[in-house]
């Protein structure tokens, strides 16, 4: 058995792994049917004007504005009513002096005419319709090219795909966008005592949770998982594990970092690459192993369900999101006050997960090898390394799970 | 051409549409790694102990807390050395009086034993293990079924299933769960104008963005939805439509909406079924039916890119939640001061959107004909109905998009 070494913060391990961490480049082409919530890797600049042609943005009448200087509400101007015009449908006649057409909205203004009259404002009497005030030129119509013009850029590289830039997408008539492949996550959970699910649990065994609770907050950050097989405790099957998985952007170990003979993770990344960190002021986590493998980044977890899935929230996440070029976003978080004192460990930053009641937080944690610590919270809070006592009532911010 | 009946508030719509909107009650059964996100429609009672044994949490030493009685630093107490026991191996031997069993997190504790010692509180000394003192029986042991006993219950009907709760089903070895199915949504843009992507615009047209934009909207708040051909304004066109789709949960239609002529979505909903409401006092948006037909939700939504697209966050987000079982999260929001004066309708409520620039929010509204009125904002900010200007450096919520 050996110690860990020298335990490093939690800012300073994750500033270690953000040298490490590359956005992916490689990149896929995916219909903007199926792009929402991915990163643009192309800045998209339109060839069209859209709209493409002058159109009405009312329902009403497309009049010339001059033919309706001095009218009044006392001396209504008559003008001739000339064709209808739906949405869609091509004006076949240009509506000249004296005369006007009846429009819908969106319909294609026609020649000759320069606005729109809402229905509204005016009287129909016998083919003719009465105007009652003088509008200015281009009331009420959408020149061609207002939304989005020939030679606008329309996205970004690196800009986040939401439904209003999928829109503007569709509006210029652009099937496919050139997007960032998500960052391929391999997880492994390794550990003799480590089961299968649907396999029958052998004395010692016990079922293998951290693949499942990784994939979940794996795949909300932006990454595509990939669920490995159960790996045993020996350096070579880890080993082999890695070379077998080349193609992933990172591997997320869990199990075999901690300070027993078997704790293998350090030892493997030392033979195969290059450790970074092994060891974190954490609480839970303490154990945790980070290090680079040929451009991989690979990360070994404690085994402990609790303290793998908040290492996950607390470090995973942050580092799949810059590969994946997501932005951040700050957890969901409410005030609450403690239930009672609580102790923590001075020099560890502790994460305690709590259940929410009323404005008040209870504390949750039963022990890191317990997942209901966290299944069973509504969310958790972070005492510092310098803080060593929370007093009974004290505020404190809840990050929702 | 007919006047939009009377327009009721956004929060009278919300209500109405709230009294309609049931709960999905259909249910499918998934593997709990594709669970994540989805809703139990089950109540899951643990049938085992978790874990199976009692197990060590430490990296040490497996010895009867009796035989470290009278221990202190100066006078340690020796107990022989028996088996190693890792994780996953099953003990071979009870540790009788006077003996302990090297152990490893996780391991099985050997029959005899009751307690663990942490291997840094011990010294090693040929073949005998020195305690330094004396420790209280349990001592770093996890008992049989300490997170999870026989009958908790690990989920509950209506649980949101996050990776905690994924991990809890794994942890009592469960591999499938049933969850309520998503709430079917067909979408459907109506207007002869509408092109859809992949085809040459003739003129007058353009091309389909709302099913785009609705269907980014609608998938991120949990519904499956089913793009539907574009069709045209005939209320034959839209009775098939409805009627080829009767298995759909809800249909959005946008389009056809507004006071024109070939306004069909309250005819086709009249005629079809029960018209709820028709003409909402919000800007942009106000032109949108609500109505049920043949127990299915039927929206008509306006056919301006950004006001359906601001009808889908405002209206149908919360509508697809609530029948997905999914609770609305509040959008994220930052506060910022209008960089110029805002008039706005009284009566209505109205949401602008708005550019960020250094915590400074420039209106970003072009026309709701635009979808760049909202690609190329950052988010909205909402006046409600009685207020009709906002100065210039007001401080206003911004909703982030």
């Known amino acids: 058995m ?26 896929e082409i995916v219909s903007i049917a199926d792009a929402y919530g991915r ?31 001095g009218a009044s509400k006392l001396k209504p101007i008559s ?18 002096k004296g005369e006007c057409a009846e429009i819908a909205t969106g319909a294609m203004l026609p020649r000759g005419a320069d606005s729109t009259v809402k229905v509204e404002d ?81 004395p010692g065994q016990v079922y293998n949770i951290n693949s499942y609770t990784l994939a979940g907050a794996l795949s909300a950050n932006g990454a595509d998982v990939r669920m490995l097989d159960i790996v045993g405790d020996s350096l070579q099957e880890l080993q082999g594990l890695l070379k077998r998985n080349r193609d992933c952007d990172m591997i997320v170990f869990s199990g075999g970092s901690s300070v027993g003979e078997r704790d293998l993770m350090a030892d493997l990344i030392e033979v195969s690459g290059r450790l970074v960190f092994h060891g974190v002021a954490i609480k839970p986590g303490k154990p945790t192993v980070f290090g680079v493998v040929g451009g991989q ?9 609790t303290a793998c899935l908040s290492n996950a929230y607390v470090i995973l996440a942050p580092t799949v999101r810059s590969m994946a070029r997501v932005p951040l976003e700050p957890p969901r978080s409410v005030i609450a006050r ?55 009532g004290e505020r404190v911010t809840v990050f929702l799970l």
């Open 79 to 96: 003008l001739r009513l000339g064709e209808v015009l739906y949405a869609g449908s091509v004006p076949k006649r240009k509506v000249k």
């Open 2 to 27: 050996r110690p860990l070494r020298r335990l490093i913060q939690i800012d300073e391990a994750l500033s270690l792994i953000r040298k490490e961490t590359k956005p992916i480049t490689r990149l």
């Open 39 to 69: 990163v643009s890797a192309e800045e998209i600049v339109s060839r069209v004007d859209v709209p493409p042609f002058a159109r009405s943005a009312m329902d009403g009448y497309a009049v010339r504005a001059s033919d309706t200087y």
């Open 297 to 305: 980044l690979v990360f070994g977890m404690p085994g402990n369900p």
């Open 122 to 202: 005016t009287e129909r009497k016998e083919g003719h319709i009465l105007f009652y005030e003088a509008i200015r030129r281009g009331q009420f119509v959408s020149a061609r090219g207002t939304d989005i013009s020939r030679r606008t850029r329309v996205v970004s590289k690196g800009d986040l795909l939401n439904p209003s830039k999928i829109g503007a997408l569709a509006a210029i008539g652009r099937e496919m966008i050139k997007v960032y492949s998500k960052p391929l996550v391999g997880v492994a959970p390794t550990g003799n005592e480590i089961a299968a699910l649907g396999t029958r649990l052998r």
């Open 338 to 392: 403690m239930s009672k004192r609580v102790v923590s460990t001075k020099g560890r930053t502790h994460f305690l997960t709590v259940r929410l009641e009323g404005g008040v937080a209870h504390p949750a944690f039963k022990e890191s090898g317990a997942i209901t610590s966290m299944a069973f919270a509504d969310g958790y809070i972070v005492i510092p390394a310098d803080v060593d006592l929370l007093v009974k």
